[in-house]
């Protein structure tokens, strides 16, 4: 996105929650890369406002 490179998962971590305003966290924070954590404690529709939100722009970045 923006002809930015990401190469780790706090990279990714970083641009969901300033381009979608999701906070998650990366996997090196619990081990292992290439992966991230969301919390689910929070009202379904909350949650689904989210990972929509992600969704989104994930699908921008090729």
Known sequence: MDGE???SS?????MILD?????VVPGEA??????IRMS????????VEGVS???DLLAKVK
């Open 19 to 23: 381009k979608a305003e999701v906070a």
């Open 5 to 7: 490179r990401i190469e």
């Open 30 to 35: 619990f081990g292992p890369s290439g992966f």
């Open 53 to 55: 939100r992600v969704q």
């Open 10 to 14: 706090s990279q990714l971590a970083a």
């Open 40 to 47: 689910y404690a929070l009202s379904d529709a909350d949650l």
